[in-house]
């Protein structure tokens, strides 16, 4: 459905990405995970044409991005931006914007879209705040509010670009298994994590990226025990094992691993079994 080939781009001095070939997994949730200013953001504003592409280019369903007129790309793909200004607007009256691809003559939004809001902003734990001006949310609620934005545009896709900031711990796991709950029901949700072990224990495949190119792609499983997440955050990775099988994720720096001898050096993620 999102293809990029041979895909350079960047803010018109230079490209920022440099030829990326990647086709988003569908019905899956791809992590984009990479350091600080290695491309993530550029990427998902690439796939939806926020960016000036010096070379090779973006296709959705096997057309160019540039053919795609505004609203009907808004029905495919909803995007999150990673940081925004706040709209001075209640709640409800935000997330109802995110109706604007089906807003047909007179443009005014009708009773269903009304309730495709209701239904987004209850499955987001935020009804009772639709009155509240976005302005005046806390961190987390505005983050809830814009992703029930992004989802009563009914697209296919969602691109999101650090969900989790601005979450406390336990609303970040709440998010994870939203993400999770979005992909069962059919969605591709593509997300750019900043943590690590989000994509890890979350997502199904994972784009790794480093100095603004593909350093790899693949299931996380793949990427996971290829060691290659270890050469670019230059950490150490522990797979940690309970005695059900389920696995979490440590990591120590990589100064710890010059100073170790033996196997357990290698640049390889390391088992441990977790004894409760
Ligand atoms: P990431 O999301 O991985 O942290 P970004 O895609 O935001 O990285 O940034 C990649 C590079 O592009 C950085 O060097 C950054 O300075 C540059 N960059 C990002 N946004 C802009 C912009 N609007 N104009 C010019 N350069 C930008
Ligand atoms: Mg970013």
């Known amino acids: 459905m999102i293809r990029c080939e041979n895909l350079s781009a960047g803010y018109g001095e230079g490209a920022v990405i440099h030829d990326i070939s990647w086709e988003a997994a569908e019905g899956r949730l791809t992590a984009i995970v990479g350091p600080n200013g290695s491309g993530k953001s550029t990427l998902l504003k690439s796939v939806i044409g926020q960016t000036s592409v010096e070379r090779g280019g973006v296709y959705l369903e096997g057309k160019p991005l540039k053919q795609w007129r505004h609203k009907e ?76 934005m992004a989802l009563v545009q009914g697209a296919p896709v969602l691109l ?49 990226l480093e100095n603004g190119g593909l350093k790899q792609c693949g299931t996380s499983k793949e990427i996971l025990q290829s060691g290659v997440l270890e050469d670019v955050f230059r950490v150490r990775i522990h797979i940690l094992q309970d005695q059900y099988g389920k696995e979490y994720y440590g990591f120590s720096s990589e100064k710890r691993m010059r100073n170790e001898t033996g196997p357990a050096a290698s640049g390889h993620p390391k088992r441990l079994q977790i004894r409760s």
């Open 73 to 148: 790309m808004a029905k495919q793909i909803a995007y999150l931006p990673q940081s925004r200004n706040d709209a001075s607007l209640s709640v409800f009256r935000m997330v109802l914007h995110g109706r604007f691809p089906y807003l047909a003559f007179p443009r005014r939004y009708t009773q269903k879209d009304e309730e495709t809001v209701i239904r987004e902003l209850k499955r987001m734990g935020i009804s009772e705040l639709r009155e509240k001006p976005v302005s005046e949310l806390s961190g987390g609620e505005k983050q809830r509010a814009y992703l029930a």
């Open 160 to 208: 999101l670009d650090e969900p989790t900031t601005y979450l406390d711990l336990s609303a970040q796991m709440e998010l994870m298994e939203l993400l999770r709950q979005l992909v069962a029901e059919g969605k591709t949700v593509v997300a750019v994590l900043h943590d690590l072990n989000h994509a890890l224990q979350y997502a199904d495949e994972m784009v790794l």
